[in-house]
T-cell receptor, first 114, second 118 residues
Framework: DQQVKQNSPSLSVQEGRISILNCDYT??????FLWYKKYPAEGPTFLIS?????DKNEDGRFTVFLNKSAKHLSLHIVPSQPGDSAVYFC?????????????FGKGTKLTVNP | GAGVSQTPSNKVTEKGKYVELRCDPI?????LYWYRQSLGQGPEFLIY????????DSGLPNDRFFAVRPEGSVSTLKIQRTERGDSAVYLC????????????????FGEGSRLTVL
């Protein structure tokens, strides 16, 4: 039973356009959400996070939106660059419940074409 | 280096053998995590250490898996009687505990140890 779902295995966008990666979750105890980026043969690297008390967090070209009622979050990258091509993982944790573990989705492979 | 270091980077073993995977976290990070990533999946939580003690080992799949962190720094993941289904990339991560000044809760991952059980 997947608690964090990334339903699009892949996404292809043109350089300079917006990339939108989506993530859904089922566990209402999740109160902290993170996005990680992973290049081949490397470990995941942290990109951006959002607490459940917020609905938006922005960091440069990256913005994460959280819709708690829909249990949905999305990562917007604008403008997209070829170097953004990687696998993006959505992750969630239930920190108020005392859990430090992250539950990851299966990932979405983003390809940004020059 | 300043990052999380994992050894070996690749390990090929035969079914039934014993394997140890080592993780050297970022200096000063008291929290250490082990995750496993199978092909086509996201990282799956195995165990979390706060200092020397395992604070949460709920992700260990069975008693063939065991992890230690005797001095609160380096950790070793031990797998007994390996099975073909254990083949995966084993990722280690470390972090500052939120009370230590971490603001984002991010984990810093190593490059992983790819285990292949023949």
């Amino acid at each position: 039973d997947q608690q964090v779902k990334q339903n699009s295995p892949s996404l292809s966008v043109q350089e300079g356009r917006i990339s939108i990666l989506n993530c859904d979750y089922t566990n209402s105890m999740f109160d902290y959400f993170l996005w990680y980026k992973k290049y081949p043969a490397e470990g995941p690297t942290f990109l951006i996070s959002i607490s459940s008390i917020k609905d938006k967090n922005e960091d440069g070209r990256f913005t994460v939106f959280l819709n708690k009622s829909a249990k949905h979050l999305s990562l917007h990258i604008v403008p997209s660059q070829p170097g953004d091509s990687a696998v993006y993982f959505c992750a969630a944790s239930a920190r108020q419940g005392g859990s430090e573990k992250l539950v990851f989705g299966k990932g979405t492979k983003l390809t940004v074409n020059p | 280096g300043a990052g999380v270091s994992q050894t070996p980077s690749n390990k090929v073993t035969e079914k039934g053998k014993y394997v140890e995977l080592r993780c050297d976290p970022i200096s000063g990070h008291t929290a250490l995590y082990w995750y496993r990533q199978s092909l086509g999946q996201g990282p799956e939580f195995l165990i979390y250490f706060q200092g020397t003690g395992a604070a949460d080992d709920s992700g260990l799949p069975n008693d063939r898996f065991f992890a230690v962190r005797p001095e609160g720094s380096v950790s070793t993941l031990k797998i007994q009687r390996t099975e073909r289904g254990d083949s995966a990339v084993y990722l280690c991560a470390s972090s500052l505990f939120p009370g230590q000044g971490a603001t984002t809760g991010e984990l810093f991952f190593g490059e992983g140890s790819r285990l292949t059980v023949l």
